[in-house]
């Protein structure tokens, strides 16, 4: 075995350990010299000697001093070897590696320095260590010591120089390298990864861009960074990363869609618009790739719809229109129900515009996978109607267009109509804050015949009789108001004379029994007067309560309006009307003369003329004398005359198939059990008060009665809130 003793002399290798730089320096020349002498003799057993000696006593050893002389002896058998070199890197680099990691920044300085000069020589030859020089390089590029963050600068541009003219380097090996410390926090680290990725990029040989998505996260991740050059390095990246997918015919969409998906929901304002600006272009390249991504996608897109920043507003609406252009099959990876689960968790998002598009959405899926949407009505369906108590009057009209396109099915349109009811009997704010909206809406898309029609239907048989007047009430002042309703009220008014008119007044007849002011102010609208005035003279003490009373009020009112000036002008010929005088008499009579409605209807009925009883005298039974006074102060006359002035015979109370008869007693059966039940809840509360005295301790009793006021008078009956 080959001494190494005997090939160094002892002056030399005394030198190398010496604390002096310079002495230590002449020493390595000595040993380079020698090993080229070698060398050119063969005799690498020898070689193999030296270095074996500068590892274990020198490299190795406890003393730093000797530690650095074993770095730059080792360097020096290097350049020693020159073209021979190869043969003994298994020798000579790792012990330089692990000098890398030792606690002795100067030692570590001089390991950089080592594997610069022995890179310097072998060059493409020290690949194989890529993976471990590239490691040790990582952990220098954040060194505590300045100088060795120096040093191994240098060393990392020699080390790429020597990559990127190598045919021997392997990325597929790298790339698990990157991948693993891309989400490093270190500064200097990142900077370091994100020159390498630049470098890497810049080899035409080398495909960085089919391994993007293993590093991609990583470089979205150093957006965010504290530091500016970092970040704008990062962007740097990633802007030439983009330019080359466009121009690649080839590149994994879907796995980088699942990470900028993540990323555009990032805090920092900068990542979230690159994640964007990436998602834009890949929904505008990636085509059929991106289909099963689509309900990630929009759940990316929807809140940056509504972002702070007008920059990722502009980019996200734009992305979002051309992803709901694309024309895709059900049967292609399209999941309908996995875009609607997106689209409804929105619904209840903070922002209006989130909430508008995500209800666009619904609605183009139902337009362009109908069968699809409806399958999974149920589990949406409440969410929508939810949505109807939204603050927004535009987020509002939408869901209902939804509703209307959902509802073009005979049996989805009831459905609609009782989770509609279900609702307004559930939250009666939301009944008195959009119903008027809602139903005036449906009646525009659905048509308003249709929808009243089955809300009469539904209304007819609804058990709770107090929601059901509460319904009524409230279709019954849509009915009379809405401009949207004008072509049934116009229809309504041709009861008497046309077909359709007459079975939609038996349609609404049956639900509107639930309340005597509505079906008063139905007959009123269907020139029904004798019907009317049969129906005010049928009512009982019970029925005028505080509630139709204020019902009343609005009605006098609503009859100053235009929806009833055919009404009143109808009253410049009493003679011909005259069951519309008895009929508004008769309301007058039920009316407190100290209310305001009292005085506008007897003010009304003051002004009918009394020029208009001359002529009209054929129409009366009584003697032609009857003057407008007489009329006033005698509105019991008997008189049998149709709408239109032609007498009827005795019991005939039948115009136009329309059967009166049976409709007071189809609106009286209805009271009797309005009454019934108010009965029934008044006896209940009564209980209930009864049941809380009964649970008081006796002292509570005693103070109560000893605190009460014998001689204060009964509070005054609240006036129940106006239904709407």
Same mark, same amino acid.
């Given at each position: 075995m080959v001494d190494a003793l005997s090939c160094i002399p002892a002056p030399v290798l005394r030198n190398l350990a010496d604390k002096?730089? +310079?002495?230590?320096?002449?020493?390595?020349?000595?040993?380079?010299?020698?090993?080229?002498?070698?060398?050119?003799?063969?005799?690498? +057993?020898? =070689?193999? /000697?030296?270095?074996?000696?500068l590892t274990d006593e020198y490299t190795f050893s406890p003393q730093s001093n000797h530690r650095k002389g074993g770095l730059i002896g080792l360097a020096a058998v290097t350049v020693g070897l020159t073209s021979e070199a190869s043969q003994h890197l298994e020798q000579i680099?790792?012990?330089?590696?692990?000098?890398?990691?030792?606690?002795?920044?100067?030692?570590?300085?001089? /390991?950089?320095?080592?594997?610069?000069?022995? /890179?310097?020589?072998?060059?493409?030859?020290? =690949?194989?260590?890529f993976n471990q020089i590239f490691d040790a390089l990582c952990k220098l590029s954040a060194d505590s010591a300045a100088?060795?963050?120096?040093?191994?600068?240098?060393?990392?541009r020699l080390?790429?120089?020597?990559?990127? +003219?190598?045919?021997?380097?392997?990325? +597929?090996?790298? =790339?698990?390298?990157?991948?693993?410390?891309?989400?490093?926090?270190?500064?200097?680290?990142?900077?370091?990864?994100?020159?390498? =990725?630049?470098?890497?990029?810049?080899?035409p040989d080398i495909d960085m861009?089919?391994?993007?998505?293993?590093?991609?996260?990583?470089?979205?991740?150093?957006?965010?960074?504290?530091?500016?050059?970092i970040r704008q390095q990062a962007d740097s990246a990633l802007s030439e990363f983009l330019q080359e997918i466009k121009n690649s015919p080839s590149v994994d969409y879907g796995r980088m869609a699942e990470i900028l998906v993540q990323r555009a929901e990032a805090i920092d304002e900068f990542t979230r618009q690159t994640a964007i600006t990436w998602i834009n272009e890949f929904v505008k390249l990636g085509g059929d790739q991106l289909v099963p991504y689509y309900a990630d996608i929009l759940g990316a897109i929807l809140p940056c719809i509504s972002d702070k920043e007008d920059k990722i507003r502009v980019v996200a609406r734009e992305t979002n229109d051309e992803l709901r252009s694309f024309k895709v099959a059900s049967g292609e990876g399209f999941d309908v129900g996995a875009i609607l689960v997106v689209a409804k968790g929105h619904l209840s998002s903070e922002w209006e515009a989130t909430r508008i598009e995500a209800l666009h959405w619904i609605s183009a899926l139902l337009d362009k996978h109908r069968v699809e949407v409806l399958s999974f009505l149920s589990d949406i369906v409440d969410t929508l109607l939810k949505a109807l108590s939204d603050s927004s009057d535009e987020v509002v009209l939408l869901v209902l267009e939804v509703h209307a396109c959902i509802a073009k099915d005979t049996e989805h349109f009831r459905n609609l109509l009782v989770y509609l009811l279900d609702a307004f009997q559930n939250d009666h704010s939301l009944l008195e804050k959009r119903g008027a909206l809602i139903i005036r809406r449906l009646c525009v898309l659905l048509g308003a015949q249709t929808v009243y029609r089955e809300l009469s239907s539904i209304l007819q048989k609804e058990p709770d009789l107090d929601f059901a007047f509460?319904?009524?009430?409230a279709l019954n002042l849509i009915l009379l108001t809405s401009s949207e309703l004008s072509e049934l009220r116009e229809l309504l008014k041709q009861s008497l004379v046309n077909c359709a008119g007459r079975d939609l007044f038996h349609a609404l007849y049956a639900s509107w029994c639930h309340s005597p002011m509505a079906i008063i102010s139905l007959c009123l609208l269907t020139q029904t007067y004798q019907h009317a005035s049969t129906v005010i003279q049928s009512m009982v003490e019970e029925d005028i309560s505080i509630k139709f009373l204020v019902q009343l009020d609005k009605l006098i009112r609503l009859l100053e309006t235009p929806t009833f000036s055919y009404l009143r002008l109808q009253l410049l010929e009493p003679g011909r009307y005259t069951w519309l005088l008895k009929a508004l008499y008769g309301l007058l009579m039920l009316l407190p003369q100290q209310s305001a409605a009292f005085k506008i209807l007897r003010t009304r009925l003051k002004t009918v003329p009394t020029y208009s009883f001359v002529g009209e005298q054929k129409y009366w039974s009584t003697p032609p004398e009857t003057s407008h006074s007489k009329i006033s102060n005698h509105v019991d006359i008997e008189l049998h005359y149709t709408q239109d002035g032609?007498?009827?015979?005795?019991?005939?109370n039948m115009s136009n198939g329309i059967n009166f008869d049976s409709r007071l007693k189809q609106f009286k059966q209805m009271q009797q059990e309005h009454r019934v039940n108010a009965k029934s809840q008044a006896q209940l509360r009564k209980s209930s008060?009864?049941?809380?005295?009964?649970?008081?301790?006796?002292?509570?009793?005693?103070?109560?009665?000893?605190?009460?006021?014998?001689?204060?008078?009964?509070?005054?009956?609240?006036?129940?809130? /106006?239904q709407l």
């Open positions: 002096l730089y +310079e002495k230590r320096k002449n020493a390595a020349i000595e040993v380079e010299g020698i090993v080229k002498q070698m060398s050119s003799t063969g005799e690498h +057993e020898k =070689i193999t /000697a030296v270095i074996k000696l680099v790792p012990p330089v590696l692990q000098s890398f990691s030792d606690h002795d920044s100067r030692v570590r300085y001089y /390991a950089c320095e080592a594997l610069y000069n022995i /890179a310097k020589v072998v060059r493409g030859e020290f =690949i194989v260590f100088n060795v963050q120096s040093a191994a600068h240098l060393l990392d080390v790429k120089d020597i990559v990127t +003219e190598s045919d021997q380097f392997s990325i +597929e090996e790298f =790339i698990p390298l990157l991948r693993d410390r891309m989400n490093v926090l270190n500064p200097y680290v990142r900077q370091f990864l994100v020159g390498w =990725i630049t470098v890497l990029d810049s080899v861009l089919g391994f993007l998505p293993d590093f991609l996260d990583g470089l979205f991740n150093m957006l965010s960074d504290s530091s500016h050059e509460i319904m009524v009430q032609v007498m009827m015979q005795d019991g005939e008060v009864n049941m809380t005295k009964e649970v008081q301790r006796p002292e509570e009793n005693e103070q109560s009665s000893s605190t009460t006021d014998t001689n204060q008078p009964p509070q005054s009956v609240k006036k129940p809130p /106006a």
